[in-house]
């Protein structure tokens, strides 16, 4: 099966099992349901930076006639990482103010995926600039190399060293909490359409890229 209609699958039905067939959690009710989306889009904005990351290694290592597509591969992902970072980040706010009365803690979490959608913000800016400079591939490339190198820094570790108010997720959290399998199977299920999603939009937008090179390359030949 095609992609594209597994996420026209898959997606409904995860909005039915989040809102409907999933049960809510103990304290926060109903509002814990935007757990489902909130875990996938963060889940989906490290994909697509860890793949930037990828497809910037090789080309600085191949430098080949293909480079030029991978640049532009490499910048569709971080345009879709972006995008879920600033999700992440206001699902995030959403859920710190149904858990603490605050959009806003200060919490290490909020504050590492700020520092990361400043990152990748910078990115675009330095691509932006470097318009018309030969080197612009390679440096950009180095630069989201460095930025992947640094990401897990900022999701994986420092909100781990530090105390937070942030809540175990369905997927870490304690089993004598003895938690629904429904939720975990609702939030497993949801990670892989947005995993889907994301694959989706990735690939359609390379389409157009390559569509943009080939009309440039018969320009130049005229």
């Known amino acids: 099966m ?8 898959l997606m409904p039905l995860v909005i039915y099992m989040s809102f409907l067939w999933a049960p809510s959690a103990a304290i926060l009710g109903d509002a814990s349901r935007i757990l ?14 860890i793949v930037a ?26 345009l879709i990482g972006l995008v879920f970072t600033i999700l992440a980040l206001v699902t995030g706010a959403i859920w710190a103010n149904l ?6 803690n200060w919490d290490p979490r909020q504050i590492s995926i700020v520092i990361l959608l400043l990152i990748y913000i910078a990115y675009f800016s330095l691509n932006s600039a470097l318009e018309g400079n030969e080197s612009r591939g390679k440096i950009s490339s180095v630069y989201l190399i460095l930025a992947m190198v640094v ?9 781990r060293v530090y105390d937070s108010l942030h809540p175990d997720t369905i997927i870490n959290a304690d089993k004598k909490m003895h938690l629904e399998e429904a939720m975990k199977i609702t939030l497993f299920t949801s990670m892989g359409a947005f995993t889907l999603l994301y694959i989706y939009i990735y ?7 390559a569509v ?11």
């Open 203 to 209: 690939n359609i937008m390379n389409r157009i890229s």
């Open 36 to 49: 489902y989306y909130h875990v996938p889009v963060a889940w989906v904005a490290v994909i697509a930076f």
């Open 151 to 159: 990401m897990p820094l900022f999701v994986f570790i420092i909100p």
């Open 99 to 104: 858990s603490w009365g605050s959009y806003w």
């Open 212 to 222: 943009k090179i080939k009309i440039r390359e018969k320009r130049h030949a005229l």
């Open 2 to 9: 095609k992609i594209h209609r597994l996420v026209y699958i």
């Open 53 to 78: 990351g990828v497809e910037s290694i090789i080309i600085i290592i191949k430098n080949d006639e293909q480079s030029l597509m991978r640049e532009e591969r490499a910048y569709n992902t971080t």
